[in-house]
């Protein structure tokens, strides 16, 4: 939907905070819903598909990594932007999220200031506001901008927001290397603080997606990656 007033689902069993949550983004220009458990949060999505999730991980009825692993398995789903929420702030934790489909991961205690930067870049890069336009192709891989989908040999890949920004930066750059940091700022937007290893769990999700066609996402050992179809290059196809 995302006319005038996006539309954000709070998933969050923390009555206070939910609350806290949906009043500073209702004064920030969204509207939201709330859901305080997995299975409520499924149905709301169904009910209405937001434009944006704002999804904790220790819920009742259902865990967040499963609603997340749940919400990418269903085409409906498949696009919606998630932020996870969590005290939980190792890295391999963020990974284990990264992995099931989360677009972002910010723990808990967060500056709203900081959440609400991080709503706004990825509402931004879901390409209604981004004014990107065009369609990208590389042998069986497409990528057109303007519906913001890809497709494999004509059938459609199901890739989370951030996996899309980076294939389709990628195809943009036309062969060039691109490092981790400009995959960072290409797909995730400026001033986003995430670890390197971030966009390498986003690339090998991206490739498991292609199947057979994965080699096309080549790692350059100590630089980043790049897109090209050729089969001999001195290059990692492996993250």
Do not use: W
Not at 1 to 20: K, Q, S, Y
Not at 52 to 71: S, Y
Not at 200 to 227: A, E, F
């Amino acid at each position: 939907m995302m006319a005038d007033r996006p539309h954000i689902l709070i998933v969050e069993d923390e009555r206070d905070l939910a609350d806290l949550l949906a009043y500073n983004l209702k004064r920030a220009g969204y509207s939201t819903a709330m859901a305080s458990g997995g299975r409520a949060a499924l149905d709301a999505v169904a009910k209405h598909a937001p434009d944006l999730i704002l999804l904790d991980v220790m819920i009742p009825e259902l865990p967040g990594t499963e609603v997340a692993a749940r919400l990418r398995a269903e085409p409906a789903s498949a696009s919606i932007p998630v932020i996870m929420l969590t005290a939980k702030g190792e890295e391999a934790d963020q990974v284990v999220g990264l992995k099931l489909g989360a677009d972002d991961y910010i723990t808990k205690p967060f500056s709203m200031k900081v959440l609400l930067a991080r709503i706004e870049a990825l509402l931004r890069r879901s390409g209604r506001f981004s004014g990107e336009r065009g369609v990208m192709r590389l042998g069986p891989i497409e990528v057109n901008t303007d519906t913001h989908q890809a497709t494999l040999n004509g059938q459609p890949v199901k890739l989370t927001l951030t996996e899309f920004r980076i294939l389709a930066a990628l195809l943009q750059a036309g062969g060039r290397v691109l490092s981790r940091n400009a995959l960072m700022t290409r797909a995730m937007g400026p001033g986003v603080t995430v670890t390197e290893r971030t966009i390498d769990v986003h690339v090998t999700s991206i490739r498991k997606k292609l199947s057979d066609s994965s080699h096309v996402l080549k790692t350059v050992r100590g630089v980043g990656y790049r897109c090209s179809l050729a089969l001999d290059e001195d290059s990692d196809g492996a993250v």
